[in-house]
């Protein structure tokens, strides 16, 4: 059973672009999160989403927005980006109900901004 | 909001000792609390989680318990290997969402 897979694994994008993220989770799972992890903060949560409704958001700007679509997988969106965007984000999986159930983590995108 | 902190940030232990890392939540809505690991360059992996009408869990050489008076729950690790060695993350969520909050992480270093 595949795992939950992000993609790309990698970028490198400059100031004020933007930037497009994606999470396919695991096989028959439709709730999909989306974390920031950094050294200072540590793993911070962005959004929660379930059958296509954001759930629930985190403490982060405007600029971070994310999208659940039919098939489950997800993307987030982070526009206008800044130096401190620097993170690697993290999404994942649970299982078929919208809470109760373990989460499983990608390997995550490593996202850089210079 | 939810707050959940955790101590040490840095334990180191010598091969075959124990190892135990504490968490306190302050949301009392919270009734699901997971441990990852997290090896370098790696992804947070769950080992073990436990449910707030449980008090204990243990699974091999790890086990978790939970006081829900005082908030607390704690990870135990026996006959520590150095395979062991990484930065683990307690967590809790609140029933019916997905967001995890989490601690500030402990890094684990077992010397042989």
């Known amino acids: 059973k595949a795992g939950v897979t992000q993609t790309p694994r990698y970028l490198i994008k400059t100031r004020g672009q933007q930037v497009t993220l994606s999470c396919s989770p695991i096989s028959g799972h439709r709730s999909v999160s989306w974390y920031q992890q950094t050294p200072g903060q540590g793993l911070q949560f962005l959004f929660e989403y379930f059958s296509e409704t954001q759930r629930n958001k985190g403490n982060f700007p405007g600029r971070f927005s994310g999208r659940q679509f039919s098939n489950s997988r997800s993307e987030m969106n982070v526009s206008t980006l800044e130096l401190g965007d620097s993170a690697l984000y993290l999404c994942?999986?649970?299982?078929?109900?919208?809470?109760?159930?373990?989460?499983?983590f990608g390997q995550g995108t490593r996202l850089t901004v210079v | 909001g939810e707050n959940v902190e955790q101590h040490p940030s840095t334990l180191s232990v010598q091969e075959g000792d124990s190892a135990v890392i504490k968490c306190t939540y302050s949301?009392?809505?919270?009734?699901?609390f997971p441990w990852y690991k997290q090896e370098l360059g790696k992804r947070p992996q769950l080992i073990i989680d436990i449910r707030s009408n449980v008090g204990e869990k243990k699974d091999q050489r790890i086990a978790v318990t939970l006081n829900k008076t005082a908030k607390h729950f704690s990870l135990h690790i026996t006959e520590t290997q150095p395979e062991d060695s990484a930065v683990y993350f307690c967590?809790?969520?609140?029933?019916?969402?997905?967001?995890?909050?989490f601690g500030t992480g402990t890094r684990l270093l077992v010397s042989p």
């Open positions: 949301d009392s809505a919270s009734n699901y």
């Open positions: 967590a809790a969520r609140r029933g019916g969402f997905q967001k995890l909050v």
């Open positions: 994942a999986s649970s299982g078929k109900g919208a809470g109760d159930t373990e989460a499983f």
